[in-house]
């Protein structure tokens, strides 16, 4: 982790006498340093003129003895009258730098448009300690000449697109405490020659493009707090619910394919100071360590998406630090031990898509701190809902999605003025009635009971969810008036309705959809609503998926849509729409994905993107629709205007 050296701009104005000037390589690396940015909005470089003296130059601190440059300090990020300021350097860093040869910290940190590469001379600057370079856009390999920087403590490179493997001569650097590397396209292996790096305390390569095995000897660093090798920086601080919405992870950029056994720590004696451990989303397999229970400065552990197989038989019975662990979609089996229940601190445990089998141990009910509980799709068959589990007083995020769980939502459930925020009872096999307490939920921010075998009313009692964001109730049998939907009055903005697969049947055009300006997903498809679509819904202004499909909606195809200008997707197949294709739908620009196949849809295409764009299937089975993408329309084939 890089340190954040936040400066406090002073605007000095000294009026130099006498006339000192600077080392000749300093200056010339200066000046240098200096003609490679082109621009520069904290206006620090600016006043890098008129004296020769630069070690009154802004960023620069000297030796009062050798008058030689002991650090070119120049982070982005400053403190401006106590407030955040980011600024910006756009340029080439001349590799002129590596002429400072007393240096001993070089930050330039988050200055954002840095370009160029690491000099090969940075072997040179024998004195440094600091080289904190991070978020900007370098590129090049680390040169192999790091490695004859002896004093190096810190050495954050993170967030820019270096490349190329990592240098073996990176194991020299022993006075290293802090490496960070990640968010670049390293690839290659992990050098073994790190096994050296004693001292240091805080390793993160995260999301490059390394392969192979963690080095076997990883275990021997026994300073570590930190050990970050995965490919994510979405853990901790989203909220998971949003993670599955957006799908972020699609604009990742790197991917570790880390493979091979977890290989530390091979003695109970080792890395003792470890606190942060994440290798998630890499190809790890084995099983967990056999000390791993051991580790007993743990804090938080996220070992998400790898192969690692076996029971969790850790003896956690040392683990008092533990807050957070992570070990979803993995291949864990077996029952949970019974010393789960001595993770004291524990406050998120996620064991989500693994092959865990039931009965849960009694003990988990003494885990009083827990606030996010995942077990979802195990092979649990829970068959109810532990009774002891909604007792757990600090719980306020409950996933227990196909865990064979069984018979109607228990009454023991409610809690009044409950604090739980998300609650995804999803792919079970409840039945009855959603019940009308589910209203005492006030805080509640995600409601999941899809692919269920509800059949019920929706409750009024809904509308007492203020706080709800997303709703699914999709796949099962519900059925009365959706009106009570489109009224809630969410302050947490409902972005996500999906009701699709139920039995709702009513017509819906008098409901007002523009209360729920923030919905960005809506799902009525496969039901049996007929009449018209409200003219509301082109009031809602963040709408990016409607999908109405499979119903019996029979009137003309609403124009009012044309307003929803963000709209991505619009399935409206298979319902019973007549008349035109609003020529107002070729203001939806954004629409990428479009379906209006099977109605009683007839006349002209409106010609323009991006209707035209679509595929034939987007607008077959209709009355007589043609033009582009269909059939050129004669005058036989226009069927007359009916709107
Ligand atoms: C030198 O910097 C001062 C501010 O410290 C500025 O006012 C002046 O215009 C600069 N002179 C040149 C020649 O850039
Ligand atoms: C240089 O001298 C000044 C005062 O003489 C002192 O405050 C400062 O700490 C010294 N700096 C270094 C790097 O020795
Ligand atoms: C770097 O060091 C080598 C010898 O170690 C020296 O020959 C060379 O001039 C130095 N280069 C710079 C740019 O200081
Ligand atoms: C670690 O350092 C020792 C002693 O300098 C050396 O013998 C060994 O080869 C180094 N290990 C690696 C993997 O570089
Ligand atoms: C777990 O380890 C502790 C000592 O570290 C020991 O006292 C206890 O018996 C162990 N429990 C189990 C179930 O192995
Ligand atoms: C799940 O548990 C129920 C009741 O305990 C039992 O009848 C059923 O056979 C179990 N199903 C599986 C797949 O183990
Ligand atoms: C609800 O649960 C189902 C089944 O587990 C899942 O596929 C769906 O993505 C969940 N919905 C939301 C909004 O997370
Ligand atoms: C809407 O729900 C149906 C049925 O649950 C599903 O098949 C379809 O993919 C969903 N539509 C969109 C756009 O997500
Ligand atoms: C669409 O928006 C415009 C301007 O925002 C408004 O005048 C118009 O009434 C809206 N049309 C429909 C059908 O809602
Ligand atoms: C539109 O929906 C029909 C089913 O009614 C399907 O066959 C067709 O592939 C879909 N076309 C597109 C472009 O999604």
């Known amino acids: 982790m890089c340190s954040k050296i936040i400066l406090v701009l002073m ?31 904290s206006f620090r470089l600016e006043k890098w003129n008129g004296s020769t003296d630069c070690c009154k130059w802004e960023g620069i601190l000297c030796d009062n003895s050798t008058g030689r440059v002991l650090e070119l300090n120049l982070p982005g990020l400053l403190t401006l009258y106590d407030a955040p300021a980011q600024t910006v350097m756009d340029g080439q860093l001349s590799p002129s730098i590596a002429l400072l040869s007393s240096l001993e910290v070089l930050d330039l940190g988050e200055v954002l448009e840095l370009k160029g590469q690491i000099p090969p001379l940075i072997g040179n600057l024998t004195k440094l300690r600091k080289l904190l370079l991070d978020t900007n856009k370098l590129s090049g390999p680390i040169p192999d000449s790091i490695g004859k920087l002896p004093k190096l403590e810190e050495l954050c490179l993170k967030e820019n697109y270096f490349s190329g493997s990592l240098p073996f001569s990176l194991g020299s650097l022993r006075s290293l405490k802090s490496l960070d590397l990640s968010s670049n396209k390293f690839s290659g292996s992990i050098p073994d020659s790190m096994e050296n790096l004693t001292d240091l305390e805080s390793l993160t390569l995260q999301e490059n493009f390394l392969t192979g095995h963690i080095p076997n000897n990883i275990g021997n660093l ?31 950029l790197g ?57 969790i038989d850790s003896n956690f019975s040392d683990l008092k630090a533990l807050t957070m662990l992570y070990l979803s979609r993995n291949r864990f089996s077996g029952k949970l031990p019974r010393t789960i229940g001595l993770l004291s601190q524990l406050q998120f445990l996620d064991l989500s898509y693994n092959m865990i089998q039931g009965p849960l141990p009694l003990e988990m009910s003494t885990l009083t701190n827990l606030q996010l509980l995942d077990l979802s799709f195990n092979h649990l068959n ?27 939502i ?31 939920f006030t805080s509640l921010y995600l409601l ?10 929706i409750p009024d009692t809904v509308t007492k969810l203020g706080r709800l964001g997303v709703l699914d109730l999709h796949s099962n049998r519900l059925w009365g008036p959706l009106n009570l939907v489109f009224q809630m009055q969410s302050s947490g903005g409902l972005t996500y309705i999906d009701l699709s697969d139920n039995s709702f049947s009513n017509d819906i055009e008098q409901a007002d959809m523009g209360t729920q300006q923030g919905i960005q997903y809506l799902n009525l498809s496969h039901n049996f609503l007929h009449g018209k679509v409200p003219t509301s819904v ?17 009137s003309v195809l609403p124009e ?37 196949s099977d109605n009683l849809l007839s006349g002209q295409i409106p010609f323009g993107e991006p209707l035209i764009n679509f595929p034939k299937s987007s607008y077959s089975g209709n009355k007589g629709l043609c033009g582009k993408p269909l059939a050129t329309c004669s005058p036989h084939s226009v069927y007359p205007y009916i709107t």
């Not at 104005?13 to 003609?35: Q, R, S, W, Y």
């Not at 493979?259 to 190809?283: K, T, W």
């Not at 003025?417 to 209203?439: F, R």
């Open 11 to 41: 605007v000095i104005f000294i009026v130099t006498t006498g006339g000192e000037t600077c080392h000749p390589n300093d200056l010339k690396a200066l000046t240098d340093f200096k003609a490679g940015i082109r621009y520069d909005t």
């Open 222 to 252: 026994r300073a570590l707090k930190e050990l970050d090798l995965s490919n994510n920086f979405l853990t901790g601080g989203i909220p998971f619910s949003m993670n599955k919405l957006n799908s972020i992870s699609s604009i990742f």
């Open 255 to 311: 991917n570790n394919q880390l493979e091979g056994e977890i290989p530390f720590p091979s003695s109970p004696s080792q890395m003792s100071s470890l606190a942060f451990l994440r290798l998630n989303d890499n190809h790890l397999t084995g099983r967990l360590p056999l000390f791993f229970g051991h580790l007993k400065s743990l804090q938080r552990v996220i070992l998400d998406n790898n192969q690692i197989e076996g029971p």
């Open 382 to 408: 829970l068959s109810s809902i532990p009774t002891w589990l909604v007792e757990l007083p600090s719980l306020f995020q409950l996933h227990l999605a196909g865990c064979g769980i069984q018979g109607e």
């Open 410 to 440: 228990p009454g023991y459930l409610e809690r009044p003025a409950s604090i739980l925020q998300e609650l995804d009872l999803s792919d079970n096999h409840i039945t009855g009635s959603i019940p009308a307490w589910i209203g005492s």
């Open 448 to 457: 999941n009971l899809s692919q269920n075998s509800l059949a019920s009313k």
């Open 538 to 554: 082109g009031r809602l202004q963040s709408l990016q998926t409607l999908d109405l499909s499979y119903n019996r909606f029979d």
């Open 560 to 596: 009012s849509l044309a307003n929803a200008s963000i709209l991505e997707s619009l399935e409206l197949q298979n319902n019973l729409f007549t008349g035109r294709i609003p020529d107002a739908f070729l203001k939806l620009t954004k629409l990428k994905e479009l379906n209006l």
